[in-house]
């Protein structure tokens, strides 16, 4: 998981605040794929990016959860008006291309969000 | 909605035992990546393997992709103590023309020494 990059490692958040998770993909990586994992459970699909395009967020909440991947910059997850719910890991994962044979994301290691 | 179920959920054996961990879905895939993630970091890629039947070995670990690109396995031999984590299969699917990852649910296992 070398390369991709996420910050803030833990971040701490009242109820009600906003969470700002970013992610700098590999170097060459045009896509970006967030997750989010639970304690004791696996990785569940959130949304998947490319620079400037959503194409595809059927795992992100209807409300309060948004995703951009800018044409400059790092991807950003927000989470408005946190609740508590909303505490859990937060992956980002990138890779060259969409998909399709042989093709591999990468993930980055994890930024940890609690609601207090 | 494409699933994959991993089996078993959890798992704890000595040292020096042998195990299997499965992977399987209802769904065809293009792909599909192991991954071993410890607590506190995220997911480790371990292989891809992408032709029905293949085999792969990585030291003690034998992945096989299924013949019809369904399912997948695990095999660790002469289990270590450094083994210990959560190991995740993902495979590479296509809905509505666009590919996704789409992971199972995990595989959490303990080696004792």
């Known amino acids: 998981n070398a390369g991709v990059m996420q910050n803030p490692r833990h971040l701490v958040r009242r109820r009600g605040q906003e969470a700002r998770l970013r992610c700098s993909p590999m170097?060459?990586?045009?896509?970006v794929y967030w997750y989010r994992q639970l304690p004791e459970e696996g990785l569940k699909f959130m949304v998947y990016?490319?620079?400037?395009?959503?194409?595809?967020e059927s795992g992100m909440p209807k409300e309060r959860f948004s995703a951009e991947f800018p044409k400059e910059g790092p991807s950003i997850l927000r989470i408005q008006q946190v609740v508590r719910g909303d505490s859990a890991a937060y992956f980002c994962?990138?890779?060259?291309?969409?998909?399709?044979?042989?093709?591999?994301?990468?993930f980055g290691e994890g930024s940890w969000l609690t609601v207090v | 909605t494409q699933l994959l179920e991993q089996s078993p959920q959890f798992l704890s054996i000595q040292e020096g035992e042998n195990l299997t961990v499965y992977c399987n879905s209802s769904?065809?895939?293009?792909?599909l990546q192991w991954y071993r993630q410890e607590p506190g970091e995220g997911p480790v890629l371990l292989v891809t393997?992408?032709?029905?039947?293949e085999v792969k070995k990585l030291k003690r670990l034998t992945f096989q992709f299924g013949d019809a690109r369904k399912d997948s396995s695990l095999h660790i031999t002469a289990a270590q103590p450094g083994d210990t984590g959560l190991y995740l299969c993902?495979?590479?699917?296509?809905?509505?023309?666009?590919?996704?990852?789409?992971f199972g649910t995990g595989t959490r296992l303990k080696v004792l020494a």
């Open positions: 769904s065809v895939f293009s792909s």
């Open positions: 990016l490319q620079k400037e395009n959503i194409i595809d």
């Open positions: 170097k060459g990586h045009s896509h």
């Open positions: 993902a495979g590479v699917g296509s809905t509505s023309g666009t590919y996704k990852y789409i």
């Open positions: 393997v992408v032709t029905g039947g």
């Open positions: 994962a990138s890779s060259p291309g969409q998909g399709g044979s042989g093709n591999t994301i990468y």
